[in-house]
């Protein structure tokens, strides 16, 4: 058996002591995919965009960051802990259980950390700026054209702004020719504007 690398032994995983499920599974837009409190595997995100929440004391959720394809999440039931968040998929989303041997490989948590570290930062910007700006900023995080199109009360909490002014600020990217919708769901493409662009 090959030795474990020291990540391996700060989760104190073996082999054998991380299941999970084996199969890919799919989540359409809007559904949860697991709740905060209960038991799971880490998973990898293959498709889509994944919202995670805090619940308050009344079980209101309160976003926490957002993962996209690449991202692991649940990484925190590596070490037997239950899930910290609610995890609800933005877009149709496609994942896969994460293989405990990354687990020792130095690189990959490396990746995972630096990138979740970029995406709260980019998560915090979502409610910064012009409406317009900030659902640019959003749509562009989902990833690879075509990008599904979350639910308008997604975005507006995401955002910080009413649904109204998410779908007016859709309408007008589409207008410009940065958003180009492709039915009423999808982007076929999202272009690359800064800010004072936007609110030219």
Do not use: W
Not at 27 to 48: D, H
Not at 145 to 157: G, H, Q, S, V, Y
Not at 190 to 195: C, E
């Amino acid at each position: 058996m090959a030795t474990h690398s020291i990540y391996a032994q700060i989760f104190n995983l073996t082999p054998s002591s991380h299941g999970g499920d084996a199969r890919e599974i799919r989540v359409r837009r809007g559904n949860i995919l697991y709740r905060a409190g209960t038991t799971g595997s880490a998973r990898r995100i293959l498709q889509g965009a994944i919202r995670l929440d805090r619940l308050d004391a009344e079980g209101q959720p309160t976003l926490a960051g957002i993962a996209t394809r690449g991202d692991i999440i649940g990484l925190e039931t590596l070490q037997g802990s239950r899930y910290t968040f609610q995890a609800t998929a933005l877009t149709q989303c496609r994942l896969e259980p994460f293989p405990l041997e990354e687990i020792q490989q130095e690189k990959v948590i490396l990746d995972t950390l630096i990138r979740t570290e970029s995406r709260m930062v980019a998560v915090l910007n979502l409610r910064i700026g012009p409406a317009q700006a900030r659902v640019h900023r959003l749509l562009a995080m989902l990833g690879n054209t075509p990008i599904e199109i979350p639910k308008l009360r997604d975005m507006a909490d995401i955002t910080g702004l009413t649904k109204e002014t998410v779908s007016r600020a859709i309408s007008t990217l589409h207008k410009r020719g940065i958003a180009v919708r492709r039915g009423r769901q999808h982007l076929s493409r999202i272009a690359a504007y800064d800010d004072e662009a936007l609110c030219a």
